[in-house]
């Protein structure tokens, strides 16, 4: 029982995700095919805590309808997707593993995150301004 509802919640997290419109990434091949090309992309590193749920996820759902947009809305998933997800990190250079987090990957290379300290404790509202504030800059 414990392990059927577990995996309920992973996979509750991961429709939520792709019904937001995010590409899921579940391969270190599939990683490098968006991350590794020309173009920008904002990465989801997805998680089943708290603060996923009530402000990472709907602040990413949040950002695919903002006005700018990145060529690519991608999402990993730690702790599920193990390869995939230390691919995506491998682009992260200087960044420390954190999830939930935001990336955002230019041509390959890191160009903002937020990381989950900048998430857990915090409003939608605040982490949509800093994605949205990145989107202006980058996008």
Do not use: W
């Amino acid at each position: 029982m414990e392990f059927s509802f577990y995996n309920d919640v992973i996979n509750g997290a991961r429709k939520e995700m792709v019904d937001a419109g995010y590409q899921e990434l579940t391969t270190p091949e599939e990683v490098d095919a968006v991350l590794g090309k020309k173009g920008t992309s904002l990465v989801y590193i997805n998680s089943v805590c708290g603060c996923a749920g009530g402000i990472a996820r709907p602040s990413a759902a949040y950002m695919a309808n903002y006005e700018k947009k990145p060529d690519n809305f991608v999402t990993v998933f730690a702790g599920q997707d193990k390869e995939a997800t230390d691919r995506a990190r491998t682009y992260f250079k200087g960044f420390a593993p954190s999830s939930p987090s935001f990336a955002i990957v230019k041509d390959g290379e890191i160009k903002a995150m937020i990381e989950r300290h900048e998430i857990e404790g915090h409003e939608p509202v605040q982490v949509v301004q800093k994605l949205e504030k990145y989107f202006d800059e980058f996008m």
